[in-house]
């Protein structure tokens, strides 16, 4: 069902999302041909660049102009455990380790394990607890360095963060958080604090190292209201505003406007098996083919609407030929939604393949990526 308004804060994302009117609304910067080429000068450009799955940023051609300077940047992104990780999860974090490996810099991940315990009536401790350690793996499995990659966990680490967030809280009411969150004067206080924790490690490593150092921080838009609130508060501490770039949501299996979620009934986990990625890309996944081959061939289908292709083209499929090709017969007809799903069973399955092996590998690893000071 499409709503009328859609919704975008950090914990409830519905309705048809208008990403252009979010570029309008919250001031964040589209990514031009100006910011790809000075990219470019590092690496070529990643496909989900180039495809505008990150569309979008704040302060980039300042991160490049100091980069460019020797002033490095670090990032910074994270992930509150409340379930297992899916493919929508996946894709920025890959992105993420793109940027580390082109830059050679430092990836601070925070693990707000407090955050869907005070956010969602069902989820306690416990479960934030069964969850944090298997959504560790999934990052570790992705092949960051573990030299230059730091997890965070609010509640482990909450001795050092505890104070830089009092600082930050100081600087923000109630007010400002009632409109950024949609909370209102029944919220529980825990959500009202909240975003002062996710704030820190945007500036918790210029704490650490002594000396201001600029932040980059990819994320999906829905996170866009915590930082566009950091960027008012850390200059008021001393810091420099943190920098984003940002990406679009990938589309659940049903097609539905709004992003994977684990609430929709049917979500691709990397933990699921290839007959269940089989069954569920076959049964749900929503098709822009035709209702008879017939008429697929005559018609053609349409490759905007149907998920398999919008996972092929946002995260999947690296090579652009093969894609264009894909894109083109399944347009024309040449292309069947069978065959179109089959390719993409294949590509969930051997990405799947690899990465449940690293999982596996990473249960030994964990250690090395908790920051310890
Ligand atoms: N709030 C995010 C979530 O719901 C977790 C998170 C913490 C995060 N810090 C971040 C996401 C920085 C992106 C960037 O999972």
Redesign the pocket.
Known sequence: MRRAHPSVT?WEVSGEINYEKLIKEFGVEKIDEKILERIKKHSPIHYMLKRKVFFAGRDLKWILDEYDKGNKFFL?????PSGKVHLGHIMPWLFTKWLQDIFDVELWF?F?DE?KMLFKKDISFSDTKKFLEDNMLDVIALGFNPKKTHFIIDTKHAQLMYKPACEVAKKITFSMVKTSFGLNESSNIGQIFYTSM?AV?AFLPSIIKEKNIPCL?P?AVD?DPHFRLSRDILPKLGYYKPASIQCIFLPPLSGNEGKMSSSEQYTIYTTDSPKEVKDKINKYAFSGGQATLDEHRKKGGNPYIDVSFQYLRMLLEEDDKKLKQIHDDYKFGKLTTGELKKYTIEKINSFLEKHQKEREKAKKKIDEFIYTS
């Open positions: 950090p910074y992104t994270g992930r509150a925070q707000p955050e996710q490690p921080i994320h996170q």
